[in-house]
């Protein structure tokens, strides 16, 4: 379980600074998004690992990067938009 943590961390720590190599306009500050992309992983592993059980470390891995995924998606600002301010501000 110790390598299945370790590894969903590197994985979801890759993936977050891939997000921000690729999206970095679009996310909200660095310290945010390279915290959010390890312990999204982190948690989707120990919720892999629950459902699927011991032994299927590839499984767990795979889980544990599609909630990393998830979790970075949920950072991301819409491009383009700039917000209105209403009549009454």
Known sequence: ???EALGS????LALSWAALHRLAHR?????TVLAAGPLGALFGA?????????GLVLGTLVGAVAVSAV????LIRPA????RRSAAA
């Open 1 to 3: 379980m110790i390598w």
């Open 9 to 12: 961390v590197l994985l979801g």
């Open 27 to 31: 996310l909200p500050p660095r310290r």
């Open 46 to 54: 120990l919720v892999t690992h629950a459902a699927l059980g011991p």
């Open 71 to 74: 979790v970075l998606s949920l």
């Open 80 to 83: 383009g938009r700039r917000l």
